[in-house]
């Protein structure tokens, strides 16, 4: 376990696409959002689930908390979680990403010293929703909801970023699985190829 750092799942989509809570969905006999805790349960003592609907997910066993700022999509969860954790920094993930990489996860753990937040990047694509951030980015993080902006990478530039670059995640993870996510019908046909063959396909990479 990596001491001073949280796990905070994001739960609070609304799933409009799929027409079901891709949490719930079922891949290789469990739900999207349980193989999401089990990665996280490798790393860290604490996890913290940022939810609307308690009462859907309370079979996690996970401390559970609500957005403060309704209606501010993921900035929101984040603030909320990183206002709920213990830990010094938090690891946030969406609810729907099944593919996580233990290992890549605690690569960017061990880059944290010295900076604000560690965040993957792949050319010009940043991954805020498997990222590091430490609890003392709140203050920029209200700062911004307070003025109405809700970009995930809108605070970002007051702050110190270690950004982890391609040739380090396919060191952990050549397919690069772990920043799958479901937002659609076809994503969900995917990630169960996926579950299959455990690889993408050519033209997805």
């Known amino acids: ?21 891709k949490a719930l969905i079922d891949l290789a006999g469990k739900p999207v959002i349980q193989h999401v805790v089990d990665t996280l349960r ?8 940022v939810t ?7 079979f996690l066993g996970v401390r559970m908390v609500a957005d403060r700022y309704v209606g501010a999509g993921p900035l929101g969860g984040l603030h909320a979680g990183l ?14 990403m099944p593919f996580l990489n233990a290992a890549l996860l ?31 980015c709140l203050s920029a993080i209200e700062h ?4 109405g902006q809700r970009r995930l990478l809108g605070f970002a530039d007051q702050l110190q970023v270690r950004y982890v670059e391609q040739d380090e995640i396919l060191r952990f993870d ?32």
């Open 52 to 58: 609307n609907t308690p009462d859907i997910l309370a």
């Open 106 to 136: 605690k690569h960017m753990l061990l880059q944290r010293t010295g900076y604000d937040i560690v965040m993957p990047r792949i050319g010009n694509y940043y991954e805020p929703l498997h990222a590091l951030y430490g609890r003392h």
């Open 42 to 49: 490798q790393l860290v003592d604490e996890i913290v689930l």
């Open 174 to 205: 050549p397919q690069q699985l772990s920043f799958f996510n479901l937002n659609s019908p076809d994503d969900l046909t995917r990630m169960r190829e996926i579950a299959q063959t455990g690889r993408r396909s050519p033209s997805e990479l």
């Open 83 to 96: 206002s709920a954790i213990d830990g010094e920094y938090g690891l946030v993930v969406g609810c729907d």
């Open 144 to 147: 911004s909801l307070q003025n």
């Open 1 to 21: 376990m990596v001491n001073n750092v949280s796990g905070i799942i994001l739960a609070g989509g609304k799933s409009s696409r799929l027409g079901q809570n």
